[in-house]
């Protein structure tokens, strides 16, 4: 289980769970979201003059901004990777994915060999943890097969 100093834990070197919230991990940015959030409340108040439209907005704006406010947990481990966010767990197989690129904040999986523009319908982006990134590339780089030395059809890439 995640240590509640720095939620990572590499307990088991065959599991890996850790939880992501952006929210408490640079506070001036989020400072900067509210005072954003706030601003465009305001607007529409002005705009509006009408409370239920302020509340709408508001609700709109703090659910398109859910991944980044919220906490996400993951798991990995030798069958695949669960993902756990506002109480729904999505388990992806290791066997589904067929390439991973690792960027400074998170790392996206995809069902896809190469990039292609189905890419955020289809696959997953997981965000790392302070401290964890290595760890993480390393346990994607052991599971994900990335189609190195495979001659397939292009059409049997979808």
Known sequence: MASENNDYTEADPAEIRWKAHPLKENVWRSVLLFAIIAVACLGVWLWTYWPGMVL??????????????????????????????????????????????????????????????????????????????????????KHVKRGKGEAKKKSEDQ
Do not use: C, Q
């Open 56 to 141: 709408l907005a508001f609700v709109f704006l703090i659910v398109s901004m859910a991944p980044y406010i919220f906490p996400t947990r993951y798991r990995m481990d030798e069958s695949g990777i669960e993902i756990s966010f506002l109480g729904v767990r999505t388990f992806r197989a290791w066997e589904e994915l067929r390439n991973y690129y690792p960027h400074e904040e998170g790392a996206h999986l995809s069902t896809f060999k190469r990039p292609n523009a189905l890419d955020p319908f289809r696959g997953s982006f997981i965000r790392f943890a302070p401290g964890n990134r290595e760890e993480v590339v390393a346990h994607l780089e």
